[in-house]
Nanobody
């Protein structure tokens, strides 16, 4: 069974930090590039960061230098360390495979107050 479960969101002041976790089940995720996405109210879902199985990472321009994506296949998990948070980072954050997407999880809400 393929499943994604995000956690770690919360309310934080601008300049603060959060670490998001994504636990996944299903070999397809372990063998695939994984990514974090976010969706703010009224906006389309956007890709925030991705990490290949070999560790190569890519980031959206708006989060470069502030966010760090990592993965631990032994734990079936992907993480997103978010530093220097801004109010515009407020969104629901999701993880999925950009190449073999499956049903989206519930996501985790991140709210950054000014």
């Amino acid at each position: 069974q393929v499943q994604l479960m995000e956690s770690g969101g919360g309310l934080v002041q601008a300049g603060g930090s959060l670490r998001l976790s994504c636990e996944f089940s299903g070999v397809i995720f372990r063998l695939s590039t994984m990514a974090w996405y976010r969706q703010a109210p009224g906006n389309q879902r956007e890709l925030v960061a991705s990490i290949a199985t070999g560790g190569t990472t890519n980031y959206g321009d708006s989060v470069k230098g502030r966010f760090t994506i990592s993965r631990d296949n032994a734990k079936n998990a992907v993480y997103l360390q978010m530093n220097s948070l801004k109010p515009e980072d407020t969104a629901i954050y999701y993880c999925n495979s950009p190449h073999y997407p499956r049903n989206w999880g519930q996501g985790t809400q991140v709210t950054v107050s000014s």
